[in-house]
Structure formats: structure tokens, C-alpha cells
């Protein structure tokens, strides 16, 4: 016997409605997941912007998982952690990557000299990092263009050779109105 579109069909309506069943049975357990898919989805892509003081960081960009942050302008210095709202170029090629919190170590403050040999980055001649040649997807990318920080920019790097940070012209450095806050790391 072979199947019809029509009774393929019918099966399927007939597990949906099971499946119906089965939820309606058993509510308790579907609200919350989708209340949280539904949160997660508003955090990722409708305001990414953190709302509450406790930072979870799941990626390998920082050693810490994690950290308390406190909102507001602050007299930033060398090795304070910062969350900012990425606007690097990257957006163009990665839109998802506009307005996103990031979590990363301010390394220059304005009046640093940032160099680059070959991809070594440096700044005021201590070497902060190595640029990787390409992306996870295998864009090119290209280190950060030597420069004097200007006043309100800041150099921010991860402590993984994998962070997408200042090091990419890509990312580039982050004004001071992109800072969100600082950050106390907690473990």
C-alpha cells in the first residue's frame, strides 16, 4: 500500500494533535521552557543589553564565567573589565553582532601607541596579542591599524587567542559611550 499525500497528511495532523495533547497534559513543564526561549530570544535579538547586575560569560574569551557588573560611566584603567555594546566594521558582514555586550580587558586607555608587526600587536612596546590570519567561517582578518588611542577610545582584548577583539581592524577600539559598565569578576 502506498502512501497518498492526503494520508500522509492525516498522520501528520494526527501526531500533531497527540503531540497537542500531550503538552496540554503536561503545561507545567512547557511554560517555563518557553518562557525562557522566549527571554533568551528578546536577550539575543530584539535588546541585548543586559538588564540585571549578574553577567554569565560562556565563552572562552575571559577565564571567568561569572561576574557582577556596574552600570554607569567610571574612570576606566588599564586591566579593568568592561561590558560594551559591540560597533566594530564587522557588523556589516555579521549584523546579529550589532548592539551585543561584550566582556573583555580594557589593555590601552587614550595617548597609548598601538603597533603591529606583522600580526604582533603591541602597545607602548609590550606585546598584548597575536592577530589569527582568519575567522571561524575563514574570512580574512586583518589586524587593527597602528595608531595613537584617541581621547574617549579604548584598546579591549579577551585572554583567549581566540577573542574577537581589539586586535581586528574588525572590531576596532571601543569609544567610551559603548561602555556599559565595569565588571567584578566572581569565578
Known amino acids: 500500500m502506498t502512501s497518498t499525500p492526503s494520508r500522509l497528511m492525516g498522520k501528520f495532523v494526527g501526531q500533531f494533535a497527540e503531540?497537542?495533547?500531550?503538552?496540554?497534559?503536561?503545561?507545567?513543564?512547557?511554560?517555563?521552557?518557553?518562557?525562557?526561549?522566549?527571554?533568551?530570544?528578546?536577550?539575543?535579538?530584539?535588546?541585548?543589553?543586559?538588564?540585571?547586575?549578574?553577567?554569565?560569560?560562556?565563552?572562552?574569551?575571559?577565564?571567568?564565567?561569572?561576574?557582577?557588573?556596574?552600570?554607569?560611566?567610571?574612570?576606566?584603567?588599564?586591566?579593568?573589565?568592561?561590558?560594551?555594546?559591540?560597533?566594530?566594521?564587522?557588523?556589516?558582514?555579521?549584523?546579529?553582532?550589532s548592539g551585543q555586550p561584550f566582556f573583555k580587558i580594557v589593555r590601552g586607555l587614550p595617548g597609548d601607541t598601538v603597533t603591529v608587526s606583522g600580526r604582533t600587536v603591541a602597545i607602548n612596546g609590550q606585546v598584548v596579542g597575536t592577530a589569527k590570519t582568519h575567522a571561524f567561517d575563514r574570512r580574512p582578518l586583518d589586524p587593527i591599524t597602528p595608531t595613537v588611542i584617541p581621547p574617549g577610545h579604548y584598546y579591549v582584548q579577551g585572554t583567549s587567542?581566540?577573542?574577537?577583539?581589539?586586535?581586528?581592524?574588525?572590531?576596532?577600539?571601543?569609544?567610551?559611550?559603548?561602555?556599559?559598565?565595569?565588571?567584578?569578576?566572581?569565578?
Request: hydrophobic content about 45%; cysteine-free.
Open 19 to 97: 503531540f497537542l495533547r500531550h503538552m496540554r497534559a503536561r503545561w507545567f513543564l512547557y511554560v517555563p521552557i518557553f518562557a525562557v526561549w522566549g527571554f533568551a530570544y528578546a536577550r539575543l535579538f530584539v535588546d541585548p543589553t543586559p538588564r540585571v547586575p549578574v553577567l554569565f560569560n560562556w565563552t572562552p574569551s575571559l577565564p571567568y564565567s561569572v561576574a557582577v557588573m556596574q552600570y554607569g560611566p567610571h574612570d576606566l584603567q588599564r586591566g579593568d573589565y568592561i561590558v560594551f555594546a559591540f560597533a566594530g566594521e564587522a557588523r556589516t558582514d555579521y549584523p546579529g553582532l
Open 161 to 187: 587567542a581566540d577573542s574577537f577583539d581589539s586586535r581586528y581592524r574588525a572590531s576596532g577600539l571601543v569609544r567610551a559611550e559603548q561602555v556599559l559598565g565595569t565588571v567584578v569578576p566572581l569565578f
